[in-house]
Every structure is written in C-alpha cells, then in structure tokens.
C-alpha cells in the first residue's frame, strides 16, 4: 500500500509535468498565443502602471539591477510593516511588533524564497502581516526566482542578445501562473476543510470544562501559494503538520503536488526553448533519478525504525512513527520529506529533527546539492550550471574545446560557474564552523551528541539554499541565528542568480557555432549519466567530511 501511494503521486507528476511545461513556454516565449488572450486584458493596466509601455530586453546587467532593485524595495516595505504591525488593522488578537532582528531575518527569508521561521505564525504574526507582507513576498520570491530561471533559458538557448525584460516576465509569473493556480488550489483546499476566514482566535471550553484557545485565520490562501511557489512558511508554528494546514491525507497530495509541479515542467519548458525536447528530457531525468535515490533511503530508513529502540525488542512494525502524523503514516511522510527539501519548499507534515539519522541525512544531502528540482526556477538553472560544467570536462578529456546549445564554453563562463558552485557550500560550512566556535552558537544546540552536529549544519544548509525547512530542535530565535542565517540566506539566493545570469548574458553574446559530428552529444542517456556524475561528485568531495561527523557518525553509534 505505501508504495501504491507513492507511485500513485509520482504518476499523476508525470502526467502533468509536460503539458506544464508546454504552457509555461507559451507564457513567456513572447509569442502571441492564447495566454495573450486569456489574461492580457489584466496586464495591461499593470503595464501601463509601471510605465512599460515598450518591453525592452535587457542584458544581463540590467536585468540583474532590475531585479534586485525590486527586491529592495518590497524588503524596505515589509520591514516598515513588521515593526509597527500592533498599530495597523486586522489584529483582533492583540499580536505586539517583533523584535528587530527578527524582522530582518523575517524579510530576508521571506524574501529570498527561504521562509526559514524562527517564529510562530499563529502568535507571532497579525492576519494584515500574514497577507501584506508574508503572503505578498511569497508570490514576489517566487515570481523573481521564475523570471531569473527563464532570463538565464532565453540567454543559452536563443540566438538573441537579450535575456527578455524582468519587469514582463516578472508581471506575466503573477497573472499567467500564481495568481490563477492560487486561486484554484485555495478554493479546493477550502472545500476540503482548510480554514479561511479573518475571525479572532476561537474560545472552546475542553471535556475537562477548561478554556481552550484554537488559532484560526486565512490558512487556505496562505497553504496555495506557500506550495506553488515554493516557499514552505507555514500559518501556525507547525507548519503542514498542523490539521488546519494539512488535514487529511488527500490534502497532503494536493500540497505535495503543488510544490513539485512547476519545478517539475521547468525541464520541458527549457526543452521548448532550445528546440529539443530531448534536452528536457535530460534534465528531467537526472532530476527523477536523483530524487527516487533519495526517496528510498527515506523511505526504507523510517520504515525500518530506529535501531536503538529496534534493539530493545519495541514492535518496528509501523516503522518510526516518532514526530510523524498518524494520518499521514511513513509513506506521505517520506514522500513529503523528500519532494519539500528536493523542490526547496521547506514546508514539513512532520518534524525532521526526529527523523532516523539516515532519513534525515536525505534531505539534508538534497538541499546541500540543490538541483533536485529545486525552487522556482533555482533548481533548473543549477542542474543546467552542471550540464555546462559536464561538457566542459567532457572537452578537456578529449581535448576540444566544449560547447553547448551551439556556444563555446571557455574561461568567464567556467570561472562563474565556479564562483557559484563555490559559494554555496561555503556559506554554510564557514557559519557552521563558527557556531560550533561560540557560545553564541553552542548554547541554542540541544543536542549536545551527534545529532547536535546536524542540527547547526541543516540549519545553515536549509538557509543556503533557500529552502526553509529546520531541525526544530535548534533553538534559533537568538540574534545570533537570527543575523548568522539571515546573512547566509540572502548570500545563497543573490550570488548564485547573478553569476549564471552573467553566464547566460556571456553566451547571448558569442557567435553560434553550428552541430558538426564531432559536437558532444547532449541529449542522450550517456548525458544524463555523466551529469549525474557530476552533480553527485562535487558534491560528495564537498560535503562527505561534514556528513559524516553528523548523521552518519549518529546512525553508526545507534546501531
């Protein structure tokens, strides 16, 4: 039955993911077709709004200034309207401003698309904070990360000298893709008992005549976007463990769904773009091949149970239940583990800190290699960064020199790539390291064990690379954690955008190099293998050491 669950999802994704694909093709090939006709009539005074009148492709620079300058400005806002959130409508409970480092890692992390909570939404946050400023940053994060992907597409597939123009593409993710698919999802989840309503706080009085305080708010809106565009911040501090995010089994496929889908077409949508639909395919592939890996460690480590409690004779039949939602059982379980940290959604149905020590080296490994789908966007352009990284070892074995999609590979777009692939494991073992160095950082670890070491090393690595999700066992709501992950969160998501957006404006601007017999195939299984390789590679030489002073060295010593 577990395994009918999980094939039953993943087959639904392959059913979806193509025409998917297709659709976010039409929508920002800047062709005319239907999405023109369908929702033209609602950009148009957006357009006219910002003063976009004539959409001008940018170069790399300045859709990178585009970009970032945007961002700016929606941080500033959302800053103002934390710190004096007490003061403004929509708070019948009462909810004072937070603390001003909290804010700033608040908005950093929202922001960037991590939704790393180091608070509970339920106390910590008034329904006009939940809406203006937590759900207005899920869908810009997510539409600023789709823009970026399919600016750094146009600029190694087209023949073109721009990347397109953020501004349209960036207009064009709200109306064409969030805002309906939102929409839809929310009024499912509604029907299927997911709350949305601006009522205060419910007063129950228990069997035992106690008074019961039940939070509730506009869960359901918060729970569409927060999957579809990857962003994993939850409504209470529970997240999608709590009932009223995620209350029955089916809802848990809904929002697994959601938050693989996109990242899922994103593959099929590049293929479009290149002409080639094999080239999709490739990257698809490695991408599946890659998570159903992961998938069965999860799956066979928490159904197998915990080895210290196996070997004290307790019944493992069930597998570890411990921090998991009986209605979900350890298949939804895995597969929700598996697909949030793979797409970097970073919502949990259950909580990671009490994962076996295999199961939770799953997706601590997925978001340390950060291609496995990925976010909006970012997990597309990474794998496509190791397909150019693959070729261009591939040309110096043979001694060519490497090409891919007809331009030239040489040093400025390798010492990029480099730079980008560099930085993410930088980001987080230095901050790890200085942690462990501090009281600062060694007083909030309540593990003082192996565990403990995995604790500081997800939280960090989960702010790399914006996916959100914690080893909630960390106490993190310190200004050490607070400043430390904000900073890492906002160097994850930055310096990797603007490095393979300069790789793709250095490609817009080399000659095209037509297909001979000699060009090295990519578009074939061989391909996939070797890109596989690759990512697999570079990330054990990266990351093994640290690993296994973690969750290895915790599995070994429980056994």
Same mark, same amino acid.
């Given at each position: 039955?577990?395994?009918?669950? @999980?094939?039953?999802?993943?087959?639904?994704?392959?059913?979806?993911?193509?025409?998917?694909?297709?659709?976010?093709?039409?929508?920002?090939?800047?062709?005319?077709?239907?999405?023109?006709?369908?929702?033209?009539?609602?950009?148009?005074?957006?357009?006219?709004?910002?003063?976009?009148?004539?959409?001008?492709?940018?170069?790399?620079?300045?859709?990178?200034?585009?970009?970032?300058?945007? +961002?700016?400005?929606?941080?500033?806002?959302?800053?103002?309207?934390?710190?004096?959130?007490?003061?403004?409508?929509?708070?019948?409970?009462?909810?004072? +401003?937070?603390?001003?480092?909290?804010?700033?890692?608040?908005?950093?992390?929202?922001?960037?698309?991590?939704?790393?909570?180091?608070?509970?939404?339920?106390?910590?946050?008034?329904?006009?904070?939940?809406?203006?400023?937590?759900?207005?940053?899920?869908?810009?994060?997510?539409?600023?990360?789709?823009?970026?992907?399919?600016?750094?597409?146009?600029?190694?597939?087209?023949?073109?000298?721009?990347?397109?123009?953020?501004?349209?593409?960036?207009?064009?993710?709200?109306?064409?893709?969030?805002?309906?698919?939102? =929409?839809?999802?929310?009024?499912?989840?509604?029907?299927?008992?997911?709350?949305?309503?601006?009522?205060?706080?419910?007063?129950?009085?228990?069997?035992?005549?106690?008074?019961?305080?039940?939070?509730?708010?506009?869960?359901?809106?918060?729970?569409?976007?927060?999957?579809?565009?990857?962003?994993?911040?939850?409504?209470?501090?529970?997240?999608?463990?709590?009932?009223?995010?995620?209350?029955?089994?089916?809802?848990?496929?809904?929002?697994?769904?959601?938050?693989?889908?996109?990242?899922?077409?994103?593959?099929?949508?590049?293929?479009?773009?290149?002409?080639?639909?094999?080239?999709?395919?490739?990257?698809?592939?490695?991408?599946?091949?890659?998570?159903?890996?992961?998938?069965?460690?999860?799956?066979?480590?928490?159904?197998?149970?915990?080895?210290?409690?196996?070997?004290?004779?307790?019944?493992?039949?069930?597998?570890?239940?411990?921090?998991?939602?009986?209605?979900?059982?350890?298949?939804?379980?895995?597969?929700?583990?598996?697909?949030?940290?793979?797409?970097?959604?970073?919502?949990?149905?259950?909580?990671?800190?009490?994962?076996?020590?295999?199961?939770?080296?799953?997706? =601590?490994?997925?978001?340390?290699?950060?291609?496995?789908?990925?976010?909006?966007?970012?997990?597309?352009? +990474?794998?496509?960064?190791?397909?150019?990284?693959?070729?261009?070892?591939?040309?110096?074995?043979?001694?060519?020199?490497?090409?891919?999609?007809?331009?030239?590979?040489?040093?400025?777009?390798?010492? =990029?790539?480099?730079?980008?692939?560099?930085?993410?494991?930088?980001? @987080?073992?230095?901050?790890?390291?200085?942690?462990?160095?501090?009281?600062?950082?060694?007083?909030?670890?309540?593990?003082?064990?192996?565990?403990?070491?995995?604790?500081?090393?997800?939280?960090?690595?989960?702010?790399?690379?914006?996916?959100?999700?914690?080893?909630?066992?960390?106490?993190?709501?310190?200004?050490?954690?607070?400043?430390?992950?904000?900073?890492?969160?906002?160097?994850?998501?930055?310096?990797?955008?603007?490095?393979?957006?300069?790789?793709?404006?250095?490609?817009?601007?080399?000659?095209?190099?037509?297909?001979?017999?000699?060009?090295?195939?990519?578009?074939?299984? =061989?391909?996939?293998?070797?890109?596989?390789?690759?990512?697999?590679?570079?990330?054990?030489?990266?990351?093994?050491?640290?690993?296994?002073?973690?969750?290895?060295?915790?599995?070994?010593?429980?056994?």
């Amino acid at each position: 039955m577990d395994i009918l669950q @999980i094939g039953i999802v993943i087959g639904i994704l392959l059913l979806v993911a193509r025409p998917l694909g297709d659709y976010l093709y039409y929508v920002f090939s800047n062709e005319p077709n239907r999405t023109d006709q369908l929702f033209g009539w609602a950009e148009k005074p957006v357009f006219a709004l910002i003063g976009l009148k004539h959409r001008v492709g940018m170069n790399w620079k300045w859709y990178a200034i585009s970009f970032v300058t945007t +961002n700016v400005v929606l941080v500033a806002i959302s800053y103002l309207l934390l710190r004096v959130q007490s003061g403004l409508p929509l708070n019948p409970n009462g909810i004072a +401003n937070m603390e001003p480092t909290l804010v700033m890692n608040t908005v950093i992390s929202f922001i960037t698309n991590t939704n790393l909570q180091h608070y509970s939404g339920e106390t910590g946050l008034t329904y006009f904070s939940q809406m203006a400023v937590i759900m207005m940053m899920m869908f810009t994060s997510a539409a600023t990360g789709l823009s970026i992907a399919v600016a750094f597409v146009r600029g190694i597939t087209s023949k073109g000298k721009t990347l397109g123009n953020f501004f349209e593409d960036f207009v064009k993710a709200h109306t064409r893709i969030f805002f309906p698919f939102a =929409l839809v999802i929310t009024l499912i989840l509604v029907a299927l008992q997911v709350p949305q309503t601006l009522d205060s706080t419910l007063s129950v009085t228990t069997l035992e005549g106690n008074i019961q305080q039940i939070a509730i708010g506009p869960v359901a809106s918060l729970e569409s976007i927060k999957h579809l565009g990857t962003n994993g911040g939850g409504f209470f501090g529970a997240n999608s463990a709590h009932p009223f995010e995620n209350p029955s089994p089916l809802t848990n496929v809904i929002e697994i769904l959601s938050m693989w889908a996109i990242s899922a077409a994103l593959p099929f949508m590049y293929g479009r773009f290149a002409n080639n639909r094999k080239q999709g395919w490739v990257i698809f592939s490695a991408m599946m091949i890659l998570l159903l890996v992961f998938l069965s460690i999860s799956y066979t480590a928490e159904k197998s149970g915990n080895p210290a409690l196996n070997a004290l004779g307790i019944d493992a039949s069930q597998g570890s239940m411990e921090g998991k939602e009986v209605r979900f059982g350890i298949a939804q379980s895995a597969l929700f583990t598996v697909v949030t940290t793979a797409a970097t959604t970073g919502s949990v149905n259950n909580m990671h800190d009490t994962l076996t020590p295999l199961g939770g080296l799953v997706p =601590l490994a997925e978001m340390m290699l950060n291609v496995v789908f990925g976010g909006k966007g970012v997990g597309l352009m +990474n794998m496509l960064m190791y397909a150019i990284l693959a070729v261009f070892i591939c040309g110096l074995m043979v001694g060519r020199t490497p090409g891919f999609l007809g331009r030239k590979i040489e040093s400025r777009e390798m010492k =990029l790539i480099a730079i980008a692939i560099l930085a993410h494991p930088f980001i @987080i073992l230095v901050p790890t390291a200085v942690a462990f160095l501090t009281d600062l950082g060694r007083g909030s670890i309540t593990n003082p064990g192996f565990h403990g070491i995995t604790q500081v090393l997800y939280e960090y690595t989960s702010s790399a690379a914006n996916n959100g999700s914690g080893f909630e066992g960390l106490a993190d709501n310190t200004p050490f954690w607070n400043i430390t992950t904000g900073l890492v969160m906002f160097f994850g998501r930055y310096i990797s955008m603007i490095a393979l957006l300069a790789v793709a404006g250095s490609l817009t601007r080399k000659q095209w190099v037509p297909e001979t017999i000699g060009t090295f195939r990519t578009d074939n299984v =061989l391909f996939t293998v070797l890109l596989i390789g690759s990512v697999i590679l570079i990330g054990a030489l990266t990351f093994l050491p640290v690993i296994v002073l973690g969750p290895i060295a915790e599995q070994l010593t429980i056994r």
